[in-house]
C-alpha cells in the first residue's frame, strides 16, 4: 500500500474511532502507523504486518501476527501506566496498523459474513486460528523475491484488492479497530 493511501485510510480510522481527538495525539498516531511500513522496508520485520513468509502456512501469519498484537498490547499498557504519553500513542499508532494490515494482506473481505464475523471476533479475542469446513482464512505471503516478482506462490497483494479498501470496508476497519480498543480499554 502506499504511503499516501495508506494515510487517508489511517486518518479515516482514527477520526471514526477518535472524533474528538486533539490534533496533537492524532498526528503521533498517524506518524507512528506510518512509521511501520517505513521501519519494515528496512527490517523486514513481517510479524507487525500479517505477513506470511512465502510458501509458510496461513496460520503461522496468524500465530506471529497475535503474539506481536499481545506484546504490543503489553507495551501500551506499562507506557500508559508509567504516564508515558507520546510512547503508549506509539503502541496505539502501531495496532492501528496492524488491525488495518490484518484485514488489507489477508481474504477476510472475501469471506462470507458469518466467517468474517468469526474471523474478526477471533482477532479482538487474540484467540485461535479460526477454522471453517469450506473456506479458509489466507494472508498474503511476501519476502525478498517478490520484490522483483521472481517468485509467486499463490496468495500475494497481486491476488488481493492491492490493500484499497472501499468505504464499507474501511467502517468494517473502524468498527473493528473501535471494538478491539473497546475489549482492551485503549485510551489515548
Avoid at 8 to 26: A, F, G, H, N, W
Avoid at 83 to 89: D, I, L, R, T
Amino acid at each position: 500500500m502506499e504511503h499516501s493511501s495508506h494515510r487517508r485510510l489511517t486518518m479515516q480510522i482514527i477520526d471514526s474511532v477518535y472524533p474528538d481527538i486533539e490534533e496533537v495525539i492524532k498526528h503521533c498516531l498517524i506518524r507512528s502507523s506510518i512509521a511501520v511500513d517505513i521501519r519494515e522496508f528496512i527490517r523486514r520485520r513481517r510479524e507487525v504486518h500479517f505477513y506470511r513468509i512465502p510458501y509458510a502456512v496461513h496460520e503461522t501469519a496468524w500465530d506471529i501476527g497475535m503474539l506481536e498484537m499481545r506484546y504490543r498490547l503489553m507495551r501500551y499498557r506499562w507506557q500508559y501506566k508509567r504516564g508515558k504519553v507520546k510512547k503508549s500513542c506509539r503502541e496505539v499508532g502501531l495496532l492501528i496498523n496492524m488491525i488495518e494490515d490484518f484485514f488489507c494482506h489477508s481474504n477476510v473481505f472475501d469471506l462470507p459474513d458469518p466467517m468474517k464475523q468469526s474471523v474478526v471476533s477471533s482477532m479482538i479475542s487474540l484467540g485461535e486460528y479460526p477454522r471453517f469446513e469450506n473456506a479458509s482464512l489466507m494472508f498474503v505471503s511476501y519476502g525478498f523475491l517478490h520484490r522483483f516478482r521472481m517468485r509467486d506462490d499463490g496468495y500475494t497483494h497481486r491476488k488481493t484488492r492491492g490493500c484499497f479498501p472501499n468505504e464499507p470496508e474501511i467502517e468494517e476497519i473502524s468498527e473493528a479497530v473501535q471494538r478491539f480498543f473497546w475489549h482492551y480499554g485503549i485510551i489515548v
